[in-house]
């Protein structure tokens, strides 16, 4: 079992930065890959970026490659999703979740465990 609990969403305006951090406690969580995913209001829950246990792999979705950054220390059992040149397309309530084992996925049906959410508005 592994709860979740992201933090650092808020109110910025577009172009700038912010940075999510997502907090794990339970068992050894370099076991675990974790996504970040966002659903904006009336839309479906989309995925942003994954990285794997041990932090060598990463993946993007399109529309987020050369913005975002995923990161994790898994010394402080956190993964982190680096925002840059946020646009108010951003605008949603962000998710980290995780799955069992070191390989990256992109499919929420993927991803036992999930966090409660934090919400990011990009003002224009």
């Known amino acids: 079992q592994v709860q979740l609990v992201e933090s650092g969403g808020g109110l910025v305006q577009a172009g700038g930065p912010l940075r999510l951090s997502c907090a794990a406690s339970g068992r050894t969580f370099s076991n675990y890959a974790v996504g970040w995913f966002r659903q904006a209001p009336e839309k479906e829950r989309e995925f942003v970026a994954s990285?794997?246990?041990?932090?060598?792999?990463?993946y993007y979705a399109g529309s987020m490659m050369g913005r975002f950054t995923i990161s994790r220390d898994n010394a402080k059992n956190t993964v982190y999703l680096q925002m840059n040149v946020l646009k108010p397309e951003d605008t949603a309530t962000y998710y980290c979740?995780?799955?069992?084992?070191?390989?990256?996925?992109?499919?929420?049906?993927?991803?036992?465990?999930w966090g409660q959410g934090t919400q990011v508005t990009v003002s224009s």
């Open positions: 979740a995780a799955r069992l084992g070191n390989y990256i996925a992109t499919i929420r049906e993927n991803y036992n465990y």
């Open positions: 990285i794997s246990g041990s932090g060598s792999n990463t």
